[in-house]
């Protein structure tokens, strides 16, 4: 049988504390008792571990701070991000430096050149549409991680959540109720969550010939979600009327914005419009009837993105590319058979609130 290899975990194993805090010891950084750091140097020593040289060296000439630039502060989406990340990275002796870019990227540029400054140990980053983040600057950032949206050609580790196959079960979640013309209230054209996500729409859809899929594309704030629903529905109500009978939320912010253009409208949801969000909020639930929602696993993906920038830190190889975090279709009230058609859904999914898991979790890297 193979000898195992020893890593900075199995150091860890042995002496019964985390890696983080082995990693203390061999960077001399934070808090470590004598006692504890004498078991650890002796667990390296009955092990054979011997650190990356090379990543020691780096880390020793950055500071103890990693920075989270997030793509849109004003959505609560990033601020539950950005409080997993911090409990994850919790006495690992690294602070947060929490950065804003509004969705520009010009920007995100003078942010990452501000935190360049600081000579981080890494970077948490959700990348801005148009985001000129390239492999030529992950260097100068230690260790980056990149979590929602995904760059092109970046290598570098990536937490995400099932776009397509969450908005596609939404979607036929919405057709199994009777609806024929279903609209996709999208985020910005060219980010990759916006395409993954009309990507799972667009496909439902072509699987059910008669059923017409729209999809307007916004700036992914309640203002925007308004304006776009609100042409969506002009045309409404009456018996005559046409337009979709049905909306899915790119965001919570979006998803506020189509309850709000609906309402303004002298409509009713899920009467004369129903609707499933994206990334569920405190407010949904004060509906009435409550929101149905894609209740995206923030916490979980900001736990992960930390766990994988530790890694990184602590000189442990961490391959590039997704991590999949599945979502989950939670039914509430939202959800209705549309006023004209009175058809009654063909699968269960009329119950007040239940909880869907919408795909299996997928091996890290794949």
């Known amino acids: 049988m ?22 203390r010891v061999l960077n001399g950084t934070g808090q470590v008792s004598e006692k504890t750091r004498a078991a650890v140097l002796a667990a390296i020593e009955a092990q054979g571990y011997r650190p990356n040289a090379v990543g020691r060296s780096l880390r020793a000439s ?14 609560p989406f990033y601020a539950r991000l950005h409080r997993a990340i911090e409990r994850r990275l919790s006495g690992s002796g ?29 970077l948490v980053i959700v990348p801005s549409v148009g985001s000129s983040l390239s492999a030529a600057d992950l260097p100068a950032f230690g260790h980056v991680v990149s979590v929602s949206r995904v760059l092109e050609g970046l290598p570098v580790p990536a937490v995400v959540t099932d776009e397509r196959e969450s908005v596609g079960a939404a979607a036929e979640e919405l057709i199994s109720y009777g609806h024929t013309e279903i609209a996709l209230i999208a985020g910005p054209q060219k980010a ?35 304006a776009a629903a609100a042409e969506l529905l002009s045309t409404r109500p009456g018996p005559t009327a046409t337009g979709p009978t049905a909306m899915i939320g790119f965001n919570a912010l979006v998803t506020e914005g189509i309850v709000s253009a609906i309402m303004a409208a ?6 004369d419009v129903s609707v499933i969000g994206f990334t569920d909020a405190g407010w949904m639930t004060l509906h009435r009837p409550p929101i149905s929602v894609i209740d995206q696993p923030v916490e979980e993906m900001g736990a992960l993105a930390g766990r994988l920038l530790l890694d990184l830190a602590a000189g442990e190889s961490v391959a590039p590319g997704p991590r999949v975090v599945p979502s989950t279709l939670v039914r509430r009230g939202s959800v209705a058979a549309p006023t004209a058609t009175g058809a009654a859904p063909d699968t269960e999914g009329s119950a007040p609130s239940t909880q869907v898991t919408v795909s299996a979790a997928k091996e890290e890297g794949s």
């Not at 990507?199 to 925007?224: K, M, N, Q, S």
């Open 192 to 226: 990759s969550t916006t395409r993954a996500r009309e990507e799972g729409f667009r496909a439902a859809l072509a699987r059910h010939p008669g059923r017409r899929g729209i999809v307007r594309h916004t700036d992914g704030t309640r203002a925007g979600a308004q």
């Open 266 to 271: 002298g409509l009713r949801c899920p009467e």
């Open 94 to 122: 690294y602070s947060l430096m929490l950065m804003n870019c509004d969705d520009d990227a010009r920007i995100e540029r003078r942010q990452l050149e501000l935190l360049r400054s600081y000579r981080p140990t890494g």
């Open 62 to 75: 950055r500071t103890p701070m990693v920075g989270v630039l997030v793509a849109d502060i004003g959505n």
């Open 2 to 23: 193979a000898e195992t290899k020893a890593t900075i975990y199995t150091v860890a194993r042995a002496v019964g504390v985390s890696a983080q805090t082995v990693s």
